[in-house]
């Protein structure tokens, strides 16, 4: 459920008000897992907004469930509630951010979280963006802490072709992931593209990057028009 509508104000273009709710169930019935959700987004005139929010979930686990190396979930019934704000710039300007700022309950325990994307387009052909997720979690099982990089860089030669290079890396797995991917329009509706993926491990006494898996996909999406 969405609700929006001018503010007629200086600073602000308009306030929009979100609600929405999913649950998922087993074949007999029981509820698995549900999720509530309600923020309000603030949008300035310009562009850019800032939203704030809350959200309930619910998690039923039937049996226990190792969440971590040693961190164990019990079997039982979780609800935890937490609140989230953050602001965006807008997108087309040269260069800007978006931030997230999270805390509350989480299966039993709490978690903080933080998400940062910042990006720059140096001119209409160039645009990079990096972007930086850090959770906390302290749960009865034991404390953790979750990190995900991700990096990407984007060049447009031409209005049919781009060309996008992604970077990526978490500190539970310790994989960096590389993706490469070149789409060429022909056509309007009509593009090819061209994918490399790249895995790179930790391997050996020395703890060394070392390629874990490398694969290449092509494919081709054709629009005919009678």
Known sequence: FSYEFESGGRNWNEIDFDFSAGFDADLGGQILSEDF???????????????????????????????????IIPVGDYRHTRVFG????????????????????????????????????????????????????????????????????????????????????????EKVGINGRVRWTVKPGSNVYFVVNQSLTKMGPERRYESSGREAVAKVGWTWRF
């Open 37 to 71: 959700e309600f923020y309000v987004t603030f949008e300035r005139k310009g562009g850019g907004e800032y939203n704030v929010g809350i959200e309930h979930e619910r998690e039923r686990f039937l049996e226990d469930f190792e969440i971590l190396d040693g961190v």
């Open 86 to 173: 953050g602001f965006s710039t807008p997108s087309s300007w040269r260069w800007g951010s978006r931030l997230k700022l999270s805390a509350g309950e989480y299966l039993g325990g709490q978690r903080q979280g933080i998400d940062l994307e910042m990006f720059w387009k140096p001119s209409s052909q160039w645009a990079t963006r990096v972007s930086v997720n850090n959770d906390w979690n302290q749960l009865p099982g034991g404390d953790f802490e979750t990190f995900v990089v991700n990096g990407a860089l984007q060049w447009t030669p031409t209005t049919e072709l781009l060309l996008t290079t992604d970077l990526q890396y978490d500190n539970l797995s």
